[in-house]
Protein backbone atom coordinates (compact mmCIF):
# COMPACT_ATOMS: atom_id res chain seq x y z
CA UNK A 1 0.00 0.00 0.00
CA UNK A 2 1.51 3.29 -1.05
CA UNK A 3 1.56 5.94 2.04
CA UNK A 4 3.17 8.89 0.68
CA UNK A 5 1.13 12.19 0.97
CA UNK A 6 2.39 15.07 -0.96
CA UNK A 7 1.62 18.66 1.10
CA UNK A 8 0.73 20.56 -1.42
CA UNK A 9 2.05 24.78 0.18
CA UNK A 10 -0.57 27.49 -1.11
CA UNK A 11 2.68 29.91 -1.50
CA UNK A 12 3.80 28.01 -4.40
CA UNK A 13 2.38 28.13 -7.52
CA UNK A 14 1.35 25.13 -8.95
CA UNK A 15 0.39 25.89 -12.22
CA UNK A 16 -0.59 29.37 -14.82
CA UNK A 17 -2.33 31.67 -13.66
CA UNK A 18 -2.68 34.25 -16.28
CA UNK A 19 -1.33 38.11 -15.46
CA UNK A 20 -1.88 40.48 -17.85
CA UNK A 21 0.57 39.82 -20.68
CA UNK A 22 2.88 37.65 -19.04
CA UNK A 23 4.01 34.59 -17.39
CA UNK A 24 3.29 34.68 -14.11
CA UNK A 25 5.93 33.19 -11.75
CA UNK A 26 5.15 34.96 -8.56
CA UNK A 27 4.11 33.44 -5.26
CA UNK A 28 0.18 33.50 -4.08
CA UNK A 29 -0.01 35.82 -1.19
CA UNK A 30 -2.19 33.52 1.00
CA UNK A 31 0.59 32.20 2.96
CA UNK A 32 3.51 34.54 4.05
CA UNK A 33 7.22 33.41 3.21
CA UNK A 34 7.54 33.77 7.06
CA UNK A 35 5.04 31.09 8.25
CA UNK A 36 5.75 28.68 5.46
CA UNK A 37 9.99 28.62 5.96
CA UNK A 38 9.48 28.84 9.71
CA UNK A 39 10.85 25.73 10.17
CA UNK A 40 12.22 22.59 8.67
CA UNK A 41 9.53 20.58 8.82
CA UNK A 42 7.51 23.75 6.84
CA UNK A 43 10.18 23.91 4.01
CA UNK A 44 10.20 20.03 3.60
CA UNK A 45 6.25 20.41 2.49
CA UNK A 46 7.46 22.92 0.24
CA UNK A 47 9.78 21.38 -1.48
CA UNK A 48 7.84 18.35 -1.53
CA UNK A 49 4.69 20.78 -3.48
CA UNK A 50 7.48 21.14 -6.08
CA UNK A 51 7.88 17.39 -6.64
CA UNK A 52 3.97 16.40 -6.53
CA UNK A 53 4.00 19.20 -9.35
CA UNK A 54 5.87 16.61 -11.31
CA UNK A 55 3.55 14.79 -12.20
CA UNK A 56 0.08 17.02 -12.60
CA UNK A 57 -1.21 18.99 -15.13
CA UNK A 58 -2.67 22.83 -14.81
CA UNK A 59 1.15 24.28 -17.21
CA UNK A 60 -1.48 25.16 -19.84
CA UNK A 61 -4.79 26.96 -20.50
CA UNK A 62 -5.95 23.44 -22.76
CA UNK A 63 -4.56 20.15 -23.75
CA UNK A 64 -3.79 18.33 -20.54
CA UNK A 65 -4.37 14.94 -21.81
CA UNK A 66 -0.26 15.90 -22.72
CA UNK A 67 0.81 18.34 -20.18
CA UNK A 68 1.30 16.18 -17.33
CA UNK A 69 4.74 17.32 -15.82
CA UNK A 70 8.30 15.98 -16.46
CA UNK A 71 6.84 12.62 -17.51
CA UNK A 72 4.47 14.01 -20.65
CA UNK A 73 8.62 15.98 -21.41
CA UNK A 74 10.50 12.97 -21.20
CA UNK A 75 7.58 11.00 -23.65
CA UNK A 76 7.56 14.03 -26.39
CA UNK A 77 11.15 13.82 -26.62
CA UNK A 78 11.24 9.93 -27.48
CA UNK A 79 8.01 10.42 -29.94
CA UNK A 80 10.65 13.05 -31.60
CA UNK A 81 12.98 10.59 -32.26
CA UNK A 82 13.42 8.13 -34.60
CA UNK A 83 13.47 5.13 -31.98
CA UNK A 84 9.60 5.76 -31.02
CA UNK A 85 7.21 4.91 -33.32
CA UNK A 86 3.46 6.11 -33.12
CA UNK A 87 1.41 3.09 -34.68
CA UNK A 88 -1.49 5.00 -35.00
CA UNK A 89 -2.90 8.98 -34.65
CA UNK A 90 -5.91 7.87 -31.99
CA UNK A 91 -7.04 10.86 -30.48
CA UNK A 92 -4.12 13.37 -31.84
CA UNK A 93 -2.05 13.21 -28.65
CA UNK A 94 1.83 13.45 -29.12
CA UNK A 95 1.03 12.81 -32.56
CA UNK A 96 1.74 15.77 -33.69
CA UNK A 97 5.47 15.90 -31.76
CA UNK A 98 5.55 12.55 -33.77
CA UNK A 99 5.01 14.99 -37.01
CA UNK A 100 7.10 17.85 -35.58
CA UNK A 101 4.24 20.43 -35.92
CA UNK A 102 4.23 21.71 -32.55
CA UNK A 103 7.60 23.61 -32.16
CA UNK A 104 6.18 27.05 -33.98
CA UNK A 105 3.11 26.97 -31.61
CA UNK A 106 4.59 30.18 -30.04
CA UNK A 107 1.38 31.79 -29.80
CA UNK A 108 -0.50 28.44 -28.22
CA UNK A 109 -0.41 28.91 -24.53
CA UNK A 110 -1.48 24.73 -24.55
CA UNK A 111 1.49 23.87 -26.91
CA UNK A 112 4.78 22.96 -26.10
CA UNK A 113 6.99 25.88 -26.46
CA UNK A 114 4.65 27.76 -23.44
CA UNK A 115 4.10 24.75 -21.42
CA UNK A 116 8.23 23.79 -20.67
CA UNK A 117 9.21 27.42 -20.42
CA UNK A 118 5.89 27.78 -17.80
CA UNK A 119 6.67 24.45 -16.29
CA UNK A 120 10.64 25.04 -15.52
CA UNK A 121 10.23 28.63 -14.82
CA UNK A 122 7.79 28.07 -12.32
CA UNK A 123 9.66 25.73 -10.63
CA UNK A 124 12.82 27.79 -10.72
CA UNK A 125 11.11 30.53 -9.13
CA UNK A 126 9.68 27.99 -6.28
CA UNK A 127 13.37 26.87 -5.80
CA UNK A 128 14.23 30.27 -5.78
CA UNK A 129 11.76 31.25 -2.73
CA UNK A 130 13.04 28.11 -0.72
CA UNK A 131 17.21 28.79 -1.28
CA UNK A 132 16.22 32.64 -0.26
CA UNK A 133 14.25 31.67 2.77
CA UNK A 134 14.63 27.90 3.69
CA UNK A 135 18.51 29.09 5.19
CA UNK A 136 16.61 30.75 8.02
CA UNK A 137 14.05 27.73 9.23
CA UNK A 138 14.79 26.50 12.69
CA UNK A 139 15.81 22.67 12.88
CA UNK A 140 18.58 20.45 12.55
CA UNK A 141 20.85 22.26 10.45
CA UNK A 142 21.44 18.88 8.10
CA UNK A 143 17.60 19.12 7.36
CA UNK A 144 18.64 22.86 6.13
CA UNK A 145 21.33 21.28 3.88
CA UNK A 146 19.01 18.61 2.60
CA UNK A 147 16.14 21.20 1.75
CA UNK A 148 18.34 24.00 0.15
CA UNK A 149 20.49 21.41 -1.67
CA UNK A 150 17.41 19.77 -3.35
CA UNK A 151 16.81 23.54 -4.27
CA UNK A 152 19.88 23.93 -5.87
CA UNK A 153 19.54 20.97 -7.44
CA UNK A 154 16.38 21.39 -8.89
CA UNK A 155 16.93 24.85 -10.35
CA UNK A 156 19.84 22.98 -12.36
CA UNK A 157 17.80 20.42 -13.73
CA UNK A 158 14.84 23.04 -14.58
CA UNK A 159 17.80 25.36 -16.93
CA UNK A 160 19.23 22.07 -18.38
CA UNK A 161 15.89 21.27 -19.92
CA UNK A 162 15.69 24.91 -20.91
CA UNK A 163 18.92 24.91 -21.99
CA UNK A 164 18.68 22.17 -24.56
CA UNK A 165 14.68 22.16 -25.84
CA UNK A 166 15.36 26.43 -26.65
CA UNK A 167 19.12 26.28 -28.11
CA UNK A 168 20.83 23.67 -30.23
CA UNK A 169 23.76 21.50 -27.97
CA UNK A 170 26.52 23.04 -25.70
CA UNK A 171 29.55 22.81 -28.36
CA UNK A 172 29.83 24.98 -31.12
CA UNK A 173 26.97 27.26 -29.41
CA UNK A 174 28.63 28.21 -26.47
CA UNK A 175 28.24 31.90 -27.25
CA UNK A 176 24.66 31.29 -28.88
CA UNK A 177 21.74 32.86 -26.46
CA UNK A 178 20.80 30.82 -23.78
CA UNK A 179 17.53 31.02 -21.56
CA UNK A 180 17.11 33.78 -18.99
CA UNK A 181 18.46 33.62 -15.74
CA UNK A 182 16.79 33.90 -12.48
CA UNK A 183 18.68 33.39 -9.17
CA UNK A 184 16.64 35.51 -6.69
CA UNK A 185 12.58 35.35 -5.85
CA UNK A 186 10.47 36.86 -8.52
CA UNK A 187 7.22 39.02 -8.11
CA UNK A 188 5.02 40.92 -10.99
CA UNK A 189 7.42 43.92 -10.56
CA UNK A 190 10.45 42.04 -11.39
CA UNK A 191 12.17 42.88 -14.42
CA UNK A 192 12.84 40.09 -16.86
CA UNK A 193 16.10 39.06 -18.08
CA UNK A 194 18.19 38.78 -21.61
CA UNK A 195 18.67 35.43 -22.69
CA UNK A 196 22.33 35.89 -22.06
CA UNK A 197 24.85 33.11 -23.82
CA UNK A 198 24.13 29.39 -23.50
CA UNK A 199 27.25 29.39 -21.70
CA UNK A 200 26.31 31.54 -18.72
CA UNK A 201 23.15 29.21 -18.48
CA UNK A 202 25.52 26.57 -18.34
CA UNK A 203 28.04 27.95 -15.88
CA UNK A 204 25.05 28.52 -13.60
CA UNK A 205 23.20 24.84 -13.63
CA UNK A 206 27.46 23.99 -13.21
CA UNK A 207 27.14 26.18 -10.10
CA UNK A 208 24.23 24.98 -8.93
CA UNK A 209 25.31 21.73 -8.99
CA UNK A 210 28.73 21.91 -7.27
CA UNK A 211 26.45 24.01 -4.08
CA UNK A 212 24.01 21.21 -4.10
CA UNK A 213 26.20 18.66 -3.72
CA UNK A 214 28.26 20.24 -1.36
CA UNK A 215 24.90 20.93 0.99
CA UNK A 216 23.81 17.33 0.43
CA UNK A 217 27.24 15.78 1.35
CA UNK A 218 26.46 17.40 4.95
CA UNK A 219 22.56 16.12 5.14
CA UNK A 220 20.28 13.92 6.14
CA UNK A 221 19.28 11.24 4.18
CA UNK A 222 16.76 10.95 1.29
CA UNK A 223 13.66 10.33 3.12
CA UNK A 224 11.92 9.44 -0.57
CA UNK A 225 12.81 8.01 -4.10
CA UNK A 226 11.07 11.58 -4.69
CA UNK A 227 13.63 13.61 -3.56
CA UNK A 228 17.13 14.42 -5.22
CA UNK A 229 19.43 13.17 -2.82
CA UNK A 230 23.67 13.78 -3.26
CA UNK A 231 23.70 10.51 -5.41
CA UNK A 232 20.87 12.13 -7.60
CA UNK A 233 22.46 15.33 -7.87
CA UNK A 234 25.88 13.59 -9.11
CA UNK A 235 23.95 11.95 -11.87
CA UNK A 236 22.70 15.20 -12.81
CA UNK A 237 25.96 16.74 -13.01
CA UNK A 238 27.09 13.62 -14.82
CA UNK A 239 24.66 14.90 -17.46
CA UNK A 240 25.86 18.02 -17.98
CA UNK A 241 29.01 16.74 -18.33
CA UNK A 242 28.10 14.43 -20.77
CA UNK A 243 26.65 17.61 -23.13
CA UNK A 244 29.49 19.48 -22.19
CA UNK A 245 31.77 16.95 -23.18
CA UNK A 246 34.10 17.12 -20.36
CA UNK A 247 34.28 13.49 -19.97
CA UNK A 248 36.94 13.08 -16.86
CA UNK A 249 34.15 15.15 -14.84
CA UNK A 250 31.44 12.84 -16.57
CA UNK A 251 32.98 9.66 -15.38
CA UNK A 252 34.01 10.94 -11.95
CA UNK A 253 30.43 12.47 -11.22
CA UNK A 254 28.82 9.02 -12.67
CA UNK A 255 30.78 6.64 -10.61
CA UNK A 256 30.01 9.05 -7.63
CA UNK A 257 26.32 8.46 -8.01
CA UNK A 258 26.76 4.89 -8.06
CA UNK A 259 28.20 4.88 -4.86
CA UNK A 260 24.29 5.13 -3.69
CA UNK A 261 23.73 2.98 -0.77
CA UNK A 262 21.53 -0.43 -1.80
CA UNK A 263 21.87 0.87 -5.16
CA UNK A 264 22.12 -2.41 -7.91
CA UNK A 265 21.05 -3.22 -11.23
CA UNK A 266 17.50 -4.49 -11.28
CA UNK A 267 17.33 -8.79 -11.45
CA UNK A 268 15.62 -10.08 -14.74
CA UNK A 269 12.23 -10.37 -13.74
CA UNK A 270 11.73 -6.67 -12.82
CA UNK A 271 13.40 -5.87 -16.06
CA UNK A 272 9.80 -7.63 -17.34
CA UNK A 273 7.92 -6.25 -14.40
CA UNK A 274 6.84 -3.04 -16.16
CA UNK A 275 8.85 -0.46 -14.99
CA UNK A 276 6.43 0.92 -12.91
CA UNK A 277 7.86 0.31 -9.38
CA UNK A 278 9.32 2.83 -6.95
CA UNK A 279 10.58 -0.08 -4.99
CA UNK A 280 13.17 -1.12 -7.83
CA UNK A 281 16.67 -1.16 -6.31
CA UNK A 282 18.30 0.45 -9.35
CA UNK A 283 15.59 3.28 -9.55
CA UNK A 284 17.62 6.27 -7.80
CA UNK A 285 14.99 9.04 -8.74
CA UNK A 286 11.06 8.66 -9.34
CA UNK A 287 8.19 9.76 -8.28
CA UNK A 288 5.87 7.72 -6.24
CA UNK A 289 1.91 8.09 -7.56
CA UNK A 290 -0.68 7.10 -4.85
CA UNK A 291 -3.70 5.67 -6.61
CA UNK A 292 -5.89 9.13 -6.06
CA UNK A 293 -3.61 11.15 -7.39
CA UNK A 294 -3.08 9.52 -10.89
CA UNK A 295 -3.37 11.32 -13.89
CA UNK A 296 -5.87 8.20 -15.81
CA UNK A 297 -6.03 9.99 -19.12
CA UNK A 298 -3.50 12.52 -18.54
CA UNK A 299 -0.62 10.09 -17.36
CA UNK A 300 2.52 8.53 -18.78
CA UNK A 301 0.95 5.19 -18.77
CA UNK A 302 -2.05 6.23 -20.22
CA UNK A 303 -0.16 7.18 -23.34
CA UNK A 304 2.35 4.30 -23.31
CA UNK A 305 0.21 0.83 -22.47
CA UNK A 306 -2.03 -0.09 -25.13
CA UNK A 307 -3.44 -2.53 -22.90
CA UNK A 308 -4.66 -0.44 -19.98
CA UNK A 309 -6.99 0.81 -22.27
CA UNK A 310 -6.44 4.18 -22.38
CA UNK A 311 -5.17 6.52 -25.06
CA UNK A 312 -2.60 4.36 -26.09
CA UNK A 313 -4.87 1.39 -27.18
CA UNK A 314 -5.45 3.65 -30.43
CA UNK A 315 -2.25 5.24 -30.50
CA UNK A 316 0.54 2.51 -29.77
CA UNK A 317 3.52 3.58 -28.96
CA UNK A 318 6.08 0.83 -30.98
CA UNK A 319 10.26 0.84 -31.07
CA UNK A 320 11.75 1.32 -34.21
CA UNK A 321 12.18 -2.01 -36.46
CA UNK A 322 15.61 -1.12 -37.12
CA UNK A 323 16.23 -0.70 -33.24
CA UNK A 324 14.30 -4.00 -32.95
CA UNK A 325 16.48 -6.05 -35.00
CA UNK A 326 19.91 -5.07 -33.41
CA UNK A 327 18.93 -6.40 -30.32
CA UNK A 328 19.60 -10.31 -29.86
CA UNK A 329 17.22 -12.84 -29.61
CA UNK A 330 19.77 -13.50 -26.96
CA UNK A 331 19.05 -10.30 -25.03
CA UNK A 332 16.19 -10.12 -22.50
CA UNK A 333 15.02 -6.32 -23.68
CA UNK A 334 13.90 -7.92 -26.43
CA UNK A 335 10.72 -9.04 -24.52
CA UNK A 336 10.43 -5.52 -23.69
CA UNK A 337 8.49 -5.04 -27.34
CA UNK A 338 6.61 -7.28 -29.83
CA UNK A 339 8.18 -8.58 -32.69
CA UNK A 340 5.91 -9.11 -35.93
CA UNK A 341 2.78 -10.18 -34.67
CA UNK A 342 0.18 -13.05 -35.96
CA UNK A 343 -2.91 -13.07 -33.84
CA UNK A 344 -5.91 -13.20 -35.95
CA UNK A 345 -7.17 -9.95 -36.94
CA UNK A 346 -10.63 -10.68 -35.01
CA UNK A 347 -9.09 -11.70 -31.76
CA UNK A 348 -6.15 -9.18 -31.74
CA UNK A 349 -6.30 -6.85 -28.78
CA UNK A 350 -4.70 -3.10 -29.25
CA UNK A 351 -1.41 -4.22 -28.05
CA UNK A 352 -1.59 -7.13 -30.42
CA UNK A 353 0.53 -4.77 -33.21
CA UNK A 354 4.02 -5.11 -35.00
CA UNK A 355 6.67 -4.01 -32.48
CA UNK A 356 4.40 -2.52 -29.32
CA UNK A 357 5.80 -1.83 -26.27
CA UNK A 358 5.84 -3.81 -22.94
CA UNK A 359 8.56 -2.00 -21.42
CA UNK A 360 5.84 0.05 -19.54
CA UNK A 361 3.41 -1.44 -18.18
CA UNK A 362 -0.20 -0.01 -15.95
CA UNK A 363 0.08 -2.13 -12.52
CA UNK A 364 -3.32 -1.50 -12.20
CA UNK A 365 -6.83 -0.61 -13.29
CA UNK A 366 -6.26 3.29 -12.28
CA UNK A 367 -2.77 3.99 -14.37
CA UNK A 368 -0.54 4.62 -10.99
CA UNK A 369 2.60 3.40 -12.10
CA UNK A 370 5.56 5.04 -10.70
CA UNK A 371 7.62 7.40 -12.74
CA UNK A 372 11.41 6.54 -13.17
CA UNK A 373 13.66 10.23 -14.23
CA UNK A 374 16.79 8.50 -13.25
CA UNK A 375 18.30 5.06 -12.92
CA UNK A 376 21.56 3.62 -12.26
CA UNK A 377 21.78 1.94 -15.80
CA UNK A 378 22.10 5.53 -17.31
CA UNK A 379 25.06 5.57 -14.90
CA UNK A 380 26.61 3.19 -16.39
CA UNK A 381 26.51 4.11 -19.94
CA UNK A 382 27.10 7.76 -18.91
CA UNK A 383 30.76 5.93 -17.54
CA UNK A 384 31.51 3.49 -21.10
CA UNK A 385 31.13 6.31 -22.89
CA UNK A 386 32.75 9.01 -20.92
CA UNK A 387 35.61 6.41 -20.18
CA UNK A 388 35.80 5.49 -24.43
CA UNK A 389 36.35 9.31 -24.97
CA UNK A 390 39.02 9.24 -23.07
CA UNK A 391 40.49 6.13 -24.35
CA UNK A 392 40.25 3.90 -21.34
CA UNK A 393 38.74 1.79 -23.55
CA UNK A 394 38.84 -1.19 -20.85
CA UNK A 395 36.97 0.61 -18.65
CA UNK A 396 34.45 1.49 -21.09
CA UNK A 397 34.18 -2.49 -21.79
CA UNK A 398 34.18 -2.96 -17.94
CA UNK A 399 31.41 -0.36 -17.54
CA UNK A 400 29.19 -1.60 -20.24
CA UNK A 401 29.61 -5.76 -19.31
CA UNK A 402 28.53 -5.02 -15.79
CA UNK A 403 25.43 -3.42 -17.57
CA UNK A 404 24.49 -6.01 -20.10
CA UNK A 405 26.27 -9.18 -19.03
CA UNK A 406 23.55 -10.68 -16.74
CA UNK A 407 20.72 -9.39 -19.27
CA UNK A 408 22.25 -11.45 -22.74
CA UNK A 409 24.47 -14.30 -22.25
CA UNK A 410 27.19 -14.29 -24.38
CA UNK A 411 27.37 -10.39 -24.72
CA UNK A 412 31.22 -10.53 -23.79
CA UNK A 413 31.65 -12.52 -27.25
CA UNK A 414 29.81 -9.87 -29.06
CA UNK A 415 31.49 -6.99 -27.44
CA UNK A 416 34.79 -8.66 -28.48
CA UNK A 417 34.55 -7.87 -31.94
CA UNK A 418 34.26 -4.08 -31.26
CA UNK A 419 37.25 -2.24 -32.26
CA UNK A 420 38.88 0.12 -29.41
CA UNK A 421 38.07 3.46 -31.00
CA UNK A 422 35.82 6.69 -29.81
CA UNK A 423 34.93 7.00 -33.34
CA UNK A 424 30.97 7.05 -33.96
CA UNK A 425 30.34 5.39 -37.57
CA UNK A 426 26.61 4.03 -36.72
CA UNK A 427 24.42 6.76 -37.02
CA UNK A 428 20.85 6.31 -36.99
CA UNK A 429 19.49 3.48 -39.11
CA UNK A 430 21.73 3.53 -42.01
CA UNK A 431 23.87 0.88 -41.25
CA UNK A 432 23.22 -2.17 -38.89
CA UNK A 433 27.43 -2.69 -39.35
CA UNK A 434 28.34 -1.83 -34.86
CA UNK A 435 32.25 -1.37 -35.53
CA UNK A 436 33.63 0.52 -33.02
CA UNK A 437 33.69 0.65 -29.07
CA UNK A 438 31.45 3.99 -29.06
CA UNK A 439 29.14 2.37 -31.99
CA UNK A 440 28.48 -0.45 -28.87
CA UNK A 441 28.00 1.74 -26.33
CA UNK A 442 25.40 4.42 -28.13
CA UNK A 443 23.44 1.21 -29.50
CA UNK A 444 23.02 -0.03 -25.65
CA UNK A 445 22.22 3.63 -24.92
CA UNK A 446 19.30 3.56 -27.12
CA UNK A 447 18.36 0.29 -26.30
CA UNK A 448 18.51 0.59 -22.39
CA UNK A 449 16.96 3.84 -21.74
CA UNK A 450 14.31 3.46 -24.37
CA UNK A 451 11.16 5.60 -23.29
CA UNK A 452 12.85 6.86 -20.51
CA UNK A 453 13.34 10.69 -22.78
CA UNK A 454 16.97 10.53 -23.92
CA UNK A 455 17.33 9.87 -27.63
CA UNK A 456 16.22 13.33 -29.29
CA UNK A 457 18.50 15.23 -26.49
CA UNK A 458 21.17 12.59 -27.57
CA UNK A 459 20.90 13.09 -31.13
CA UNK A 460 21.57 16.51 -30.43
CA UNK A 461 24.83 16.01 -28.48
CA UNK A 462 26.04 13.80 -31.03
CA UNK A 463 25.21 15.80 -34.12
CA UNK A 464 24.07 12.73 -36.00
CA UNK A 465 20.85 13.13 -37.32
CA UNK A 466 17.84 10.83 -38.03
CA UNK A 467 16.77 8.65 -39.93
CA UNK A 468 13.15 7.46 -40.35
CA UNK A 469 13.26 5.91 -43.70
CA UNK A 470 14.74 3.02 -44.50
CA UNK A 471 14.02 -0.40 -45.80
CA UNK A 472 11.74 -1.79 -44.35
CA UNK A 473 10.76 0.79 -41.87
CA UNK A 474 7.81 0.61 -39.65
CA UNK A 475 7.53 4.87 -39.54
CA UNK A 476 4.52 3.82 -41.68
CA UNK A 477 2.47 7.61 -41.74
CA UNK A 478 3.61 9.01 -45.09
CA UNK A 479 3.43 11.95 -42.99
CA UNK A 480 6.12 10.60 -39.95
CA UNK A 481 8.07 9.53 -42.84
CA UNK A 482 10.65 12.29 -43.27
CA UNK A 483 14.71 12.08 -41.64
CA UNK A 484 16.50 15.01 -40.38
CA UNK A 485 20.06 14.70 -41.65
CA UNK A 486 21.08 18.28 -40.39
CA UNK A 487 23.29 18.16 -37.45
CA UNK A 488 22.52 21.94 -36.59
CA UNK A 489 18.82 21.93 -37.19
CA UNK A 490 16.33 23.60 -36.08
CA UNK A 491 13.69 21.31 -35.53
CA UNK A 492 14.39 19.99 -32.10
CA UNK A 493 14.58 23.14 -30.70
CA UNK A 494 11.15 25.13 -29.39
CA UNK A 495 10.56 28.96 -30.20
CA UNK A 496 10.32 30.94 -27.48
CA UNK A 497 6.63 31.91 -26.16
CA UNK A 498 4.91 34.74 -27.41
CA UNK A 499 3.90 35.55 -23.56
CA UNK A 500 7.87 35.45 -23.04
CA UNK A 501 8.30 38.35 -25.24
CA UNK A 502 4.93 40.10 -24.33
CA UNK A 503 6.28 40.61 -20.39
CA UNK A 504 9.47 40.98 -20.60
CA UNK A 505 11.44 44.45 -21.73
CA UNK A 506 14.23 42.91 -22.52
CA UNK A 507 13.39 39.93 -24.53
CA UNK A 508 12.86 41.08 -28.31
CA UNK A 509 11.37 38.64 -30.89
CA UNK A 510 13.07 40.40 -33.62
CA UNK A 511 16.25 39.36 -32.10
CA UNK A 512 15.85 37.10 -29.58
CA UNK A 513 13.49 34.59 -30.76
CA UNK A 514 14.63 31.40 -32.29
CA UNK A 515 14.29 30.21 -35.70
CA UNK A 516 10.87 29.10 -37.80
Same mark, same amino acid.
Given at each position: ?34 ? &? ?23 ? +? ?33 ? !??? @? ?5 ? !? ?34 ? #? ?35 ? &? ?17 ? @???? !? ?26 ? @? !? &? ?5 ? #? ?41 ? +? ?21 ? /? ?26 ? #? ?8 ? &?????? @? ?11 ? /? ?82 ? #?? +? ?68
Amino acid at each position: MKTIQYLIICFFLLGFIACEDKLNTDPTSETSKEK &VFETADNAFAAINGIYRSFYTTGWS +EGYPTENFGQASVNLAADIMSEDMVEYAPGSQWFW !YDY @LYWVRTS !YNNTSDRPYVWWNMYYTWISNANYIIAFAPGASGDP #REINNIVGQAYALRAYCYLYLAQFYQRTYIGHENDPG &VPIYTEPTTNETEGAPRGT @LKET !YDQINKDLDEAIKLLSDATPQKHKSHID @L !Y &VAYGIKA #RVSLIQENWSEAATAAESALEKPNLALMSTTDLLSGMNNIGNV +EWMWASEIVSDQAGTWYSFFGHM /DASAGYHAATAQKCVNRWLYDMISPDDI #RKKWFNGIMT &VDPSEA @LPEDVDYCQKKFR /DPSTSLDGDLVYMRAAEMYLIMAEAKCQLGDYAGARTALKSLIDYKYPGYEAELAKRTDSKELTLKSTESKNVQTLMDEIILQR #RI +ELWGEGFRVLDIMRLKTGFARVYPGTNHTDVTAQFDITDPESWEWIMMIPQKEFDGNPNMDPAKDQNPE
